[in-house]
């Protein structure tokens, strides 16, 4: 199966720690995207890459928040200094990044944090 | 501002009855209109998509209709079955702004024997 992967699949941590999350793309995906979910509400948007260049940051990704996709092909969300509000599912998804309405976005399966 | 909003859940139902799942939209352009789909311990899925007015999508038994009027986009299936348990997320997508989804809270549907 080639879908879009993350790692790890869970994590728990204490408040004021700092977590890196990973995700694969699609191979040949040129876009890809990172969500965060919470519990009982749809996924929000936090950014996207197009290749290696972030295009658009959310007002929710806060400057301790970072997300990086050096090479343009996997990509890292760090928190730092973790609060229990960053508690949550954060998803993953990569497109071809086709232009016009026909691009779609293939969902990964989550990292679901805990801060403690 | 952008915004979808789904009927809130849950949705028992019945297996084979009819299912009616709404959805309606806020738009500053022109959206493209999505159906994703969660079951339990897994992934967003993709069910459907349509990119126009007057569009259907359809997949698995399951269609949506772009209805440029009413800016709605409500999914439906004629039989469901204990299979479909699932949440349900509407989302749209602006065509030639930004590539975000903008989703709705999702609408959680237990199909029952």
């Known amino acids: 199966d080639t879908g879009v992967s993350q790692d790890p699949r869970h994590k728990i941590t204490k408040r004021g720690q700092n977590v890196t999350f990973r995700c694969d793309p699609i191979?040949?995906?040129?876009?890809l995207y990172w969500y965060r979910q919470t519990l009982g509400q749809g996924p929000e948007f936090l950014t996207y890459?197009?290749?290696?260049?972030?295009?658009?940051k959310s007002r929710l990704l806060s400057d301790r928040f970072s997300a990086e996709r050096p090479k343009g092909s996997f990509s890292t969300l760090e928190i730092q200094r973790t609060e229990q509000g960053d508690s949550a599912m954060y998803l993953c998804?990569?497109?071809?990044?086709?232009?016009?309405?026909?691009?779609?976005?293939?969902f990964g399966p989550g990292t679901r944090l805990t801060v403690l | 501002g952008n915004s979808v909003t789904q009927m809130e859940g849950p949705v028992t139902l019945s297996e084979e009855a009819f299912l009616t799942i709404n959805c309606t939209y806020t738009?500053?352009?022109?959206?493209?209109l999505f159906w994703y789909v969660q079951y339990p311990g897994e992934g967003l899925q993709l069910l459907l998509k349509?990119?126009?007015?007057?569009d259907k999508g359809s997949n698995k038994g399951f269609e949506a209709t772009y209805r440029k009027e009413t800016t709605s986009f409500h999914l439906e299936k004629g039989s469901v079955q204990v299979s479909d348990s699932a949440v349900y997320f509407c989302?749209?997508?602006?065509?030639?702004?930004?590539?975000?989804?903008?989703f709705g809270t999702g609408t959680q549907l237990k199909v029952e024997l």
């Open positions: 998804a990569s497109s071809l990044g086709l232009s016009g309405p026909t691009d779609t976005q293939y």
């Open positions: 191979s040949e995906h040129n876009r």
């Open positions: 890459f197009q290749n290696e260049a972030q295009l658009e």
């Open positions: 738009a500053t352009g022109y959206p493209s």
């Open positions: 349509a990119t126009k007015a007057d």
């Open positions: 989302a749209l997508r602006l065509t030639g702004g930004g590539n975000k989804l903008t």
